[in-house]
Nanobody
Framework: QVQLVESGGGLVQAGGSLRLSCVASGSIFSINAMCWYRQAPGKQRELVARISSGGRTNYADSVKGRFTISRDNAENTVYLQMNSLKPDDTAVYYC????????????????WGQGTQVTVSS
């Protein structure tokens, strides 16, 4: 019904920048909140940033001032601009979206992308 595809991950040196993108496609009626999560090896998955349909944003304390989440509603896309990257930012990054689809009836669910690896070398 709905697919989320992330891109933009890779290997970067500490202090560098990366920009992640996530495009939602499928039988989309509307998209509410969109988020970025990350999971490092041996650690629990954590919420990195969230953006509402109206553009309100929230960030984990560990990324405030370094990461910026934004979205393009016309393109069903969410971005994560990551600056001043640290080795502790190394993780698989996942995007999520709360999507309403119309297939006979309205149905709202949270969908996840497949993840993109971000590796920050020291």
């Amino acid at each position: 019904q709905v697919q989320l595809v992330e891109s933009g991950g890779g290997l970067v040196q500490a202090g560098g920048s990366l920009r992640l993108s996530c495009v939602a496609s499928g039988s989309i009626f509307s998209i509410n909140a969109m988020c970025w999560y990350r999971q490092a090896p041996g650690k629990q998955r954590e919420l990195v940033a969230r953006i509402s349909s109206g553009g309100r944003t929230n960030y984990a304390d560990s990324v405030k001032g370094r990461f910026t989440i934004s979205r393009d509603n016309a393109e069903n896309t969410v971005y994560l601009q990551m600056n001043s990257l640290k080795p502790d930012d190394t993780a698989v990054y996942y995007c999520t979206a709360v999507v309403t689809v119309v297939i006979g009836k309205y149905s709202t669910n949270e969908y996840w992308g497949q993840g993109t690896q971000v590796t920050v070398s020291s």
